[in-house]
């Protein structure tokens, strides 16, 4: 075993200790549900490649099982986002016992609040096209926090802000087992969605293993996949975030129709089976193509031809189908 995952903490009371004595249940309207098989902490955090001497956030910590997980491989520092106060004396605990190895902070605070420049702004940067920076980010969160924030991060990927200002930071994170299956989808797959294209867009996506519910306390319904996501060097759209993902919606949003039908739906209903046909075939895609069947390049062609067309008639980049009709006339 190296050096890295050799490190013993001092004795402590296990998870399953702590959550009795600090009586720690889970509360329900914050989606916990804690995993204290070490195995398999250690599992998630092997996934995230090496982490020694790096800079690790880990989000949601709650009483720190995988967090001692991420303690024995010893990065420089350990930066923990928790937004239930409960945790802080397990947390705090932890921290004075590795306090010689490994340097580490506790936030109390929501991750939608946290300024990650602040938190890595000792750690070094890479140049985007360089292999990634000394940076991680991990997090077994509640399901619906987890797809809200891959989002807001491939947003912030496309940006190159937050943590990616850094360089191509990667990131290992827990998601209901659909979703995950969803996120690495391939073309023509059933699973294939919005958040499929949205994910391989930015970055590569790797379904690393599956755990099963009932590893967790308490249960959940369902079993929970560990996704790795590395951005792309190169990534495959270069343009507005929330233009794309309008695309995307919008195309997705009649899965079982032909793309040109749901893609029509870009346009106010008087242009829509002109500026469908003018779409599809700006972007060379065959418009007798179902959503799901549709490569990322070929979606990657749609945004840039819906592009070249809001150039051409500036309000349509305004009108959204979903929208009241005095919104999109207001906009027109
Ligand atoms: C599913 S539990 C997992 C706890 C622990 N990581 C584990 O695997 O046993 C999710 C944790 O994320 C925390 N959490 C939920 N939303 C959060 C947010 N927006 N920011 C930070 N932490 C959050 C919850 O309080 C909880 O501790």
């Not at 500036?314 to 009108?319: L, R």
């Amino acid at each position: 075993m190296s050096v890295a995952t050799s490190l013993r903490l001092p004795p402590l009371p296990t998870v399953r200790d702590l959550i009795k004595l600090y009586k720690l249940r889970a509360l329900r309207q914050l989606s916990q549900n804690f995993l204290l098989d070490e195995r398999i902490t250690d599992k998630i955090v092997k996934a995230a490649g090496k982490i020694h001497n790096h800079h690790v956030l880990e989000v949601g910590p709650g009483p720190g099982s995988i967090t001692r997980s991420i303690i024995k491989r010893q990065p420089k520092k350990l930066i923990v986002v928790e937004k239930d106060p409960r945790f802080l004396p397990t947390l705090e605990l932890l921290k004075e016992a590795s306090q010689n190895h490994v340097k580490m902070e506790i936030e109390i605070n929501d991750i939608r609040s946290y300024n990650f420049e602040a938190g890595f702004a000792d750690s070094s940067s890479n140049e985007w096209t360089d292999r990634p920076p000394p940076i991680h980010l991990i997090g077994n969160l509640p399901f619906s926090v987890s797809t809200n924030l891959i989002i807001r991060w491939l947003h912030q990927i496309s940006q190159k802000s937050s943590a990616w200002s850094f360089g191509r930071a990667p990131m290992t994170l827990t998601f209901q087992k659909e979703v995950a299956e969803r996120i690495v989808a391939p073309v023509t797959d059933e699973q294939r969605c919005r958040l499929s294209v949205m994910c391989q867009f930015w970055c590569d996506v790797d379904h690393k293993f599956t755990i099963p519910g009932k590893a967790f306390l308490p249960k959940p319904d369902v079993d929970v996949g560990v996704v790795t996501f590395t951005p792309l060097k190169y990534p495959l759209v270069k343009l507005e975030f929330k233009m794309v993902e309008k695309v995307i919606r919008t195309i997705f949003n009649m899965r079982q129709k032909y793309a040109i039908k749901g893609g029509s739906r870009l346009f106010p209903e008087n242009l829509r089976d002109e500026l469908g046909l003018k779409l599809f075939a700006l972007a060379d895609v065959d418009q007798r193509t179902r959503p799901f069947e549709l490569t990322n390049e070929e979606y990657a062609r749609i945004c840039y031809a819906y592009k070249l067309i809001c150039e051409e008639y500036p309000d349509i980049e305004k009108y959204d189908f979903r929208a009241p009709k005095n919104v999109n006339a207001a906009a027109m």
